[in-house]
């Protein structure tokens, strides 16, 4: 059974910072072979890519909105991808969620996580 699970989200201050994790397991083929991806959605609003990195981890991209301040990476020993957001603003609040994807010979696999609630407020 595949999993990816989020964690690290919370109430933090405008200007600090939060690091996300999602832990993935379950996964037919090596982690590493997966594009890994995060999106938000803030209430009222679409899901929105916020950043992601390919199966082979080098070139990283990122919504508008968060260049310079989120950094997406990922440790495949681990399974696990992270995002780290620094200079938080109240419009980063938002549900926010893992993806993996893989694609291969017109096959697509594609998981998504629970989310997790990432809140900015003074």
């Known amino acids: 059974q595949v999993q990816l699970v989020e964690s690290g989200g919370g109430l933090v201050q405008p200007g600090r910072s939060l690091r996300l994790s999602c832990a993935a397991s379950?996964?037919?083929?090596?982690?590493?072979?997966?594009?890994m991806s995060w999106y938000r959605q803030a209430p009222g609003e679409e899901r929105e890519l916020v950043a992601r990195l390919s199966a082979g981890g080098i070139t990283p991209n990122y919504a508008d909105s968060v260049k310079g301040r989120f950094t997406i990476s990922r440790d495949n020993a681990k399974s696990t991808v992270y995002l780290q957001m620094n200079s938080l603003k109240p419009d980063d609040t938002a549900v926010y969620y893992c993806n993996a994807v893989r694609r291969s010979f017109g096959v697509v696999n594609e998981y998504w996580g629970q989310g997790t609630q990432v809140t900015v407020s003074s």
């Open positions: 379950g996964f037919t083929f090596t982690f590493s072979t997966y594009a």
